[in-house]
């Protein structure tokens, strides 16, 4: 077979060629620091390395969100410990204004106070986050969750939701509380049941909030209070909305005596009038500043005579266990706030750690053996100055150099 001087000069040129490719393939891999930058490089290396540099992003959103979640939860862990020192300094002036000593103008006075009081917990019902969204608002954290309406009640925007974050591969954090659960869901009374006094009583009986014992039978009872015209005796007969008598009539009333019925318990003190009557209603739901201003309602125009304090004592008893309910549903959200805290903190420790070891794999896949490329790197020039001193010999070769 013969070679002529073009297919010579072809082969010395593809060679050098070559050689040059591989010298400026390895020159990169060592200005870079990468022995996989390419697919072509390693294809099998490249499909797994973008999968490994998915999950890295994945997981340091993960983290990112963490952050967010943290935040959010340490601004509202604070706007909770407001609102139990507001409701507890609320609670400490309804205990004063119920003393019997007070005046119309210093429960005026207290009023005054308890209206600021509302006025800065509706301020902290619509507090907001470190991105200006609603705090309370459920999943609806654009919305100002409270607001009052000319009527004076109170109308709520956000919804029962919980935004959540993802914050692991299987995990979601909720980073807020309803609006609802935190300020609405609360029962009034004792969380059982509720007592009222008739707007129409005389005399200065005054109900106990009551306890539930017993099998709770829920409905609404009367209990009323009959004097006798002879002997001036009181008794009591206690009846439910369908008129079914459940304590006879002429029963004798002593004050503070246990009155009980269907699993309720509670206790008149006083002297009810003739005619006098307390209602017993199951507990329904009732937003805290509904009431508080209920409260401030009774609190004002009363003018310190003996009625005026039995119904401001009957409107306190009422005003108490809704207090302490609220009080522990915000110590209770508060401590899931706690709980959730601790659980970013746990699952950022997991993801720092995936972090790391996706980072240990990846950097064994990708990144540049420098001993081994140093001296693939020497070979390489090696290999190339051989083959153009090759070429220089290769390419004076010709018939006519010889005749």
């Known amino acids: 077979m013969r070679v002529s001087t073009n297919q ?12 040059q490719s591989k010298l400026s393939n390895t020159q990169r891999q060592i200005s870079t620091g990468e022995r996989v930058s390419r697919p072509s490089d390693d294809p099998v290396g490249a499909a797994r390395i973008i999968d490994l540099r998915e999950t890295l992003d994945t997981t340091r959103q993960y983290q990112r969100n963490i952050q967010e979640a ?11 410990d407001g609102i139990g020192d507001t409701l507890q300094r609320v609670r400490e002036l309804a205990i004063q204004a119920n003393n019997a000593s007070q005046t119309p103008e210093t429960r005026e006075f207290i009023s005054r106070e308890m209206e600021q009081l509302l006025e800065q917990l509706l301020g902290m019902a619509n507090a907001r986050d470190n991105n200006n969204e609603f705090l309370f608002a459920g999943s609806l954290t654009a919305f100002k969750p409270f607001s009052r309406r000319a009527d004076g009640s109170y109308a709520y925007q956000g919804d029962d939701g919980q935004r959540m974050l993802q914050v692991g591969p299987e995990r979601q954090i909720a980073v807020g509380d309803s ?3 935190v300020f609405r869901a609360i029962r009034n009374g004792n969380g059982i049941f509720t007592v009222e006094e008739s707007p129409a009583n005389r005399g200065s009986g005054i109900i106990d909030p009551g306890t539930e014992t017993g099998n709770y039978i829920p409905g609404i009872y009367t209990i009323t209070f009959a004097r006798d015209p002879f002997d001036d005796s009181v008794s009591y007969t206690v009846t439910d909305a369908a008129g079914t008598v459940l304590i006879p009539p002429g029963t004798p009333y002593a004050s503070g005596d246990a009155i009980v019925f269907n699993g309720v318990q509670t206790a008149i003190e006083g002297e009810p009038a003739d005619g006098d009557s307390f209602i017993v209603a199951p507990a329904v739901n009732q937003d805290i500043f509904t009431t508080i201003e209920d409260y401030i309602h009774a609190l004002r125009g009363l003018d310190g005579d003996s009625p005026g304090n039995v119904k401001l004592a009957n409107a306190t008893n009422r005003l108490l266990p809704a207090l302490d309910l609220a009080m522990e549903r915000i110590v209770e959200i508060r401590a899931n706030a706690g709980a959730r805290l601790n659980a970013l903190d746990a699952q950022a420790d997991i993801n720092e750690a995936a972090i790391l070891k996706f980072e240990e794999i990846l950097s064994e896949i990708q990144d540049l053996d420098y001993a081994e490329a140093v001296s693939r790197l ?3 020039l090696t290999g190339l100055d051989a083959a153009q001193k090759a070429f220089v010999r290769v390419q004076n070769l ?3 150099n010889h005749l």
């Open 8 to 19: 010579l000069q072809d082969v010395a040129i593809n060679s050098i060629l070559d050689q």
């Open 70 to 80: 943290r935040a959010r939860l340490t601004i509202e862990e604070g706007v909770l």
């Open 179 to 181: 609006g609802t659960d």
């Open 378 to 380: 020497n070979l390489e």
């Open 398 to 400: 010709s018939l006519f």
